[in-house]
């Protein structure tokens, strides 16, 4: 019965423990120090801005392609992470194009694990160094596994293709956006209907309205020069909720659309394009965020600590799972057995942080704990009490199997009673198949991942779809060089 100590500890882990994160030396709105590296990003940046002109061009209409082409983009260091354009040409501030890698490094990472905490605290993070000291830390991975050197290439590998996929869809985005700002004149509606310049704020309800309607546009037309040129803007939704954050930091949301609205305008374009029958969100009316800096800013730290609790508690429980398996796989237990050991940790997990429907009857079981001294207790009928709570199959067995011991560990029985009448309600989107089983040990050992994908319910389409980590084998296709697409591009039916 050791494990169910193990287990108890992690129970009360999200009680006391917070995640730690590494210091990390990414400074938010800063000029860089123009040295070796400056310049060798800086020519690595006109790279990477060229191809994807020539890959938005290619499939564009043709009226289009001769203003891609020609668009002049500057790369300036400013102390500002923002693109834009003036007088026809395109400015990005090398901060914005750094903060690209650095959110496609930590995204790449997310994916890679499966876990989209990962990204929603990584924008979070963000939002507090943007608020603060503008220093933006790296967040954990969480990475405790002994893995092989070819284990970790093997992974590294896979993390670096998803890396440029990720950078290679935004950066197309953002450029597509600001040549349709260019291409729909909207410098010259600005000037035309806001001639006077003092009348261009967020004071201004007609200014707000027309600056929206002028975003969406460019983002309309974005998205079809990018869905013509195979990039999905749809995958850019944890970056737009970063330019959210940002909009709120300087005051700016009563401007801009909301990442709702963006996503729905993009989706349109996917209906137009690929038919696509279903969209998020509506459009029908204007809903901006409250324009004030300092909106929701006292709550960035607690939203964070919520993120990684829930993140350090599910890794120790990957830790949990990964240990008992482990200890299978070596004492050449039955692929079944394998299988239902994982499942069985998962589901009292589910169970506990589930909690129960009859509270009442957790309560009146709590009152019947001896205290400290006492002998007698009960038994039957706090079994009895939690037949009648309400709670699921495998949460009762981890109780029963506490209850059988000689020794029952009361403070841990009670604990685990505190969980089940109060539980942590956001941890339990946390533990997820798709989760533990792309992060477990189980992963190197194709077989027996196999064999515990067959016996998953047939709702966990995401975990069922996941493929094992062999040597050899990358889980993700090479990503094609930049000719490559632009072979296949110019060879494309355009059809989805």
Known sequence: MGWLKFLYYLIIFFFSQEAMSQSYPFYLEKKRVIDDQYQKDLTGYKLKIDQSKQLLAVRAPEKLQYNIRTTPVRIVNRDKMEALTANSTIYFDIGLLDLISHFSDELSLAELKHDPYHTMEFNLTYAIALNGNKHLDLISAYNTLQLTEDQQKYLWDNKLIAHQVIFDQ????IIAHEISHIVLKHDERINHEFPDKNSRNIDNPR????RREIELAADSLAADLCLNALIQPAQLLPWLDLNEIRRRYYGKSAEYPTTSQRITVMNKAYLRLIDEDKRLGELNDFKPLPPHKDIFQGDYHMFRQEFQKVRAYRQNVLMLIDEIVLSLVQNNASLDDISDSFMHIVEQQRDLMTGAKNKDSIRHILSLIPNEGQVHADISKMKKMLEGAGIGDYAYGLLEDLLDQDEIQWNQFKDYLTVLNDPPTQFI????????????ALRWYPAYFTALQDRLPEEELKAKSLKPF???KPIRNP??????????LKNWDGKY
């Open 170 to 173: 935004i950066l197309g985005f």
């Open 207 to 210: 200014w707000n309205r027309v």
């Open 429 to 440: 989107d946390g533990i997820s198949y798709e989760f533990f089983i792309a992060n477990s």
């Open 470 to 472: 062999e040597l050899g």
């Open 479 to 488: 990503y094609p060089t930049f000719e490559e697409r632009l072979y296949v």
